[in-house]
């Protein structure tokens, strides 16, 4: 059922304003809603969210829910018309903290506000340490189609140096509860090059990963980001920044024991069983598709606008109470931007870059990396090859360069 809010009520950014009243409705639509809670701070992590003590008391799941609602009333009247959303995503932060309870209740606010499209996706990440068959089985009732958990690895000691909490068996556990409740797509993430990990590790990791039955897995590189607790220990000499010799390495080992199990990338860092098994939400993204992303901090992109809203959980709430949209900045994409946004994202995709999005030179710097075996040329598309994944950013960089 869509909403019946009143948009002249709030106070709303004329650019975004703006491109609401124009986008193309006949289009797929996302969203995202983010969750900034999270039982403790891994070292790695540089997500917008907040731990209890971090919060104190400005700010708590009930006030950030009472928010969510009020965002989500107001996102489906500034769209007009209103668009049926065909994927949904519950991201963190641990989403899985809400409890199964929690979770459909954000499900029902959606579904109060947006109409879904027939076959919509589902999506929720889930910390392993707070997931139960019961929980699964909540979410399952409640309408969630897909499950991601954060594993990382299967090494008590990478496990350590990350700051997770999980024990290592605890991801796959989790998968097969999810499977075991009626879950046919179910991701487990990964993270590569972690100081202290071993080939044997990782090699571990995979086989772990493979016994769980999950037909999508997501491999992230680590990546020692200002700021966090990481950062501060490497800089310390506490521990040796990730060697790029070692992730590319790495990269081609996760690549090659994922395919030989059935499981093939159709994007750079995440391989699927099939079609059906791909995260349609994430291939949005990567199509520089229109989603609205509700939550603190959270980043949103409709008809060539992009516009992120306030981080901080008290600051949200308190200017959607105010009758604002909670809107910190935002940016209108020009068609050099466009261009540049499109082909940065879909030389990531197995689908490739269409030639036809190319201008002329850019068309014969591509002619370089095919003759390099970078990039494999069809008669209608420029597709990374193995050993272009490993350069897929420096790739589409020297194609742009004036």
Not at 71 to 82: F, R, S, Y
Not at 124 to 132: G, H, L, Q, V
Not at 291 to 315: C, D, E, F, L, T
Request: net charge negative; hydrophobic share 40%; aromatic share 6%.
């Amino acid at each position: 059922m869509s909403s019946t809010f009143d948009a002249a009520t709030v106070s709303v950014a004329p650019a975004v304003a703006s491109a609401c009243r124009s986008a193309d409705s006949s289009t797929g639509f996302g969203l995202y809603l983010h969750v900034p809670f999270c039982a403790s701070r891994c070292g790695y992590c540089d997500f917008n969210t907040y731990t209890a003590g971090e919060l104190g008391s400005s700010a708590s799941p009930a006030s950030w829910h009472e928010a969510v609602a009020r965002e989500l009333d107001i996102a489906a009247a500034v769209l007009t018309p209103t668009r049926p959303v065909s994927t949904i995503f519950v991201g963190g932060g641990t989403p899985s903290l809400l409890g199964a309870t929690g979770l459909t209740r954000l499900l029902d606010d959606v579904r109060r506000s947006f109409d879904l499209a027939p076959g919509a996706e589902v999506t929720t990440e889930s910390n392993p340490e707070s997931t139960s068959p019961e929980f699964f089985a909540g979410l399952r009732e409640a309408g969630y189609t897909r499950i991601s958990l954060g594993m990382q690895s299967a090494a008590q000691h990478v496990l350590a140096v990350l700051d997770r909490r999980h024990t290592p068996g605890r991801a796959v556990a989790a998968a097969r509860e999810a499977r075991a409740e009626g879950f046919e797509h179910v991701n487990l993430d990964l993270i590569y090059g972690t100081p202290g990990e071993s080939d044997d590790d990782l090699r571990a990791s995979l086989d772990a990963v493979l016994s769980a039955g999950v037909d999508h897995v997501s491999a992230y590189a680590l990546i020692v980001e200002d700021g966090t607790a990481l950062a501060r220990r490497v800089r310390r000499g506490e521990l040796p920044a990730p060697d790029d010799d070692v992730l590319a390495n790495r990269y081609q080992l996760i690549d090659a024991r994922l395919a030989g199990a059935g499981l093939h990338w159709y994007e750079v860092s995440n391989w699927a069983s099939g079609p059906d098994s791909v995260c349609r939400h994430n291939i949005a993204y990567w199509d520089s598709a229109d989603w609205w992303g509700i939550g603190p901090g959270a980043h949103s992109h409709v008809n060539g606008v992009r516009w992120w809203n306030h981080k901080h959980p008290a600051r949200y709430a308190g200017t959607l109470a105010d009758g604002v949209l909670p809107v910190a900045d935002s940016e209108t994409l020009d068609d050099e931007d466009r261009h540049t946004e499109r082909l940065m994202l879909q030389i990531r995709c197995r689908t490739g870059l269409p030639k036809d999005d190319l201008a002329g030179h850019e068309l014969s710097r591509a002619d370089v990396f095919v003759a390099d075996g970078l990039l494999e040329a069809t008669p209608t598309h420029l597709i990374l090859t193995d050993a272009g994944r490993l350069l897929a950013d420096g790739i589409v960089r020297d194609i742009l360069t004036a």
